[in-house]
């Protein structure tokens, strides 16, 4: 039971990163129609951002903990989101009335653009950083296993529901949340009604890249280092989080997210770390196969 | 007489290859309530569609309020207050009833106060809206749809309405009453309205003027008492004229 916790805690960490992640997934397919595959490179953008700011703050003599990381997460999310603008206006906007396919090709061109810059400008090598969220609590302790809960798992959690209302807020009451889901629902209809839905569509990149940015920012805490490859496997893992929650559906994201994050870390717990990505995935197969809509997706719906 | 609030001149536009209109004329001058009649396919609904910039057009003028809007972008078209209840209506269909009107009433801006006025009339026109707000906009009937896509249009308080058949899937007697709304907000609110219906007897009662289009060319144009008269109006559209 100790030991159960302590992996129901572990994967509900993992799962918020990659829950962070899977919404900006499902909410650029919900508004264009189209796989982002350089999200995940944004992701891993996010993470670079972070441990350069967080490194240029220690430097100038900054020691006080809560301020860095505030400074590092609102840096890291402006930077990345201006990565987010940026992709989406040199690579998506102008094959937008092209056939089908031409976007996510070249998505996957701007994936491997991001890589490779990331890997000229920072270097090949994994990039360490010792740990800036130190401390934790022991929570209880059964057969002489401790459950541990660390202050940097916390920090990962509040932060992800603080964000999720944030964004919920956003997307349901405001504005620009509204224009959001009626481009989503009718491009040409939100036009007619006033609404700039180019500028639409790029404000949902940079929000979808702010949010992955955090995730960047978390795993660099959590795990303590990043690289210039680590957008690839965690891309994937989140895009197959918004599969697996319903593409376009933003609670199922992040409930996808949590999904792939437990079954990871308990099939690493109980059968074997080797295998974890298969399990994650045969799950997602076995899900699709009976729920062909993810777990909250709704029924695609041809317009007439 | 007065300089026209809607003023076409030669529109040409189409769809890839096929040519949907072919060099259309048409005016719409303030506190008028103009009526498009024409066979299925003749183009009214490219032609509504083709003032905000969609398709747009190939040759041609269009000017509205003095401004040529030929070139603008959609959004920019829409927020000089013109409103259009399409074709297909577009409700929609995931957001609430109440979210729908708000949509409408984000393409202008406005005060509170002006919002509220407007949505007030809007209830008032459709009561059956008022018990829905909080409905999904999908989940409508036909004429609850038709009636929501009418009263978004609404809430942008808009300088000039267009309406593309209105009173489609309408029980008659609330299609009766649309045509009846459309008129006082003509008379008391000076509201300019563009009308595309295929029961030509209504509109053309409703209208001030008509015109008459077939094949992307207007072929008639008259006012509306003038049209209804014509032998050739009523042999194609009146007297069991709906194909």
Redesign the interface.
């Known amino acids: 039971m100790a030991y159960f916790s302590q992996q129901l805690i572990n994967g509900l960490v993992l799962g918020s990163i990659y829950g962070l992640i899977a919404i900006g997934y499902t909410m650029v397919y919900g508004i264009v129609g189209m796989i982002n595959f350089a999200h995940g490179d944004i992701f891993m953008i996010g993470g670079f951002v972070a441990l350069i700011t967080f490194l240029i703050l220690v430097s100038i003599g900054l020691t006080f903990v809560p301020v860095i990381l505030l400074l590092v997460l609102l840096v890291a999310m402006a930077m990345t989101a201006l990565y987010g603008w940026s992709v989406e206006r040199i690579a998506y906007r102008p094959l937008r009335h092209s056939f089908r396919l031409a976007p996510m090709l070249s998505a996957i061109g701007m994936s491997f653009a991001l890589t490779n810059f990331a890997q000229v400008a920072q270097g090949a090598r994994v990039k360490p950083v010792p740990p800036i969220v130190t401390g934790g609590y022991s929570l209880f302790e059964r057969d002489g296993f401790v459950v541990q809960l660390s202050n940097i798992q916390i920090i990962v959690v509040i932060t992800t529901l603080v964000l999720l209302a944030l964004f919920t807020w956003l997307v349901s009451r405001t504005r620009l949340g509204r224009d959001m889901r009626a481009c989503e629902q009718d491009q040409t209809m939100a036009a007619l009604l006033g609404v700039d839905v180019d500028r639409t569509i790029s404000m949902t990149f940079v929000i979808g890249a702010a949010l992955a940015a955090v995730a960047g920012m978390m795993y660099l805490l959590y795990y303590g280092l990043v690289d210039f490859f680590m957008g690839f496997v965690a891309g994937i893992k989140a895009f197959t989080a918004a599969v697996l929650g319903g593409i376009g559906s933003l609670p199922g994201a992040m409930l996808g997210g949590l999904s792939i994050g437990l079954i990871e870390t308990m099939w690493s717990a109980y059968f074997s770390v080797e295998y974890k990505d298969v399990a994650a995935f045969s799950i997602l197969i076995v899900v699709l196969i009976f729920l062909p809509t993810g777990l909250l997706g709704r029924p695609e719906v041809e317009k007439v | 007489m007065t300089a026209p609030l809607l003023a076409i001149h030669g529109l040409q536009a189409a769809y890839g290859k096929i040519v949907a209109l072919k060099g259309v004329d048409i005016e719409i001058r303030p506190r008028e309530i103009v009526a498009l009649i024409g066979a299925n396919g003749a183009g009214k609904s490219t032609l509504m569609m083709s003032v905000?910039g969609?398709p747009r057009a190939r040759a041609g003028r269009i000017e509205f309020d003095g401004h040529d809007i030929t070139d603008l972008?959609?959004?920019d078209i829409?927020?000089m207050r013109i409103a259009?209840s399409?074709e297909?209506r577009?409700i929609?269909?995931?957001?609430s009833v109440a979210?729908n009107l708000?949509?409408?009433a984000?393409?202008?801006e406005g005060s509170e106060a002006e919002r509220r006025a407007s949505l007030d009339r809007v209830m008032a026109l459709f009561p059956r809206l008022k018990e829905r707000l909080t409905q999904r906009g999908g989940t409508l009937s036909g004429g609850e749809q038709q009636m929501l896509a009418i009263g978004?249009a609404l809430m942008?308080r808009p300088r000039l309405l267009m309406l593309d058949e209105p009173s489609l899937g309408l029980a008659p007697l609330i299609a009766k009453q649309i045509f009846e709304a459309i008129r006082t907000l003509n008379k008391q609110d000076g509201l300019a309205v563009l009308i595309v219906e295929q029961n030509a007897n209504h509109a053309l009662r409703l209208a001030h003027r008509g015109y008459v289009l077939v094949n992307g060319l207007i072929t008639l144009s008259g006012t509306g008492t003038e049209l209804l008269q014509r032998p050739e109006v009523r042999a194609a559209y009146l007297e069991g004229g709906r194909h």
């Open positions: 905000f969609r972008s959609t959004h829409a927020r259009q399409p297909g577009r929609f269909p995931r957001m979210e708000q949509m409408g984000d393409a202008t978004r942008s």
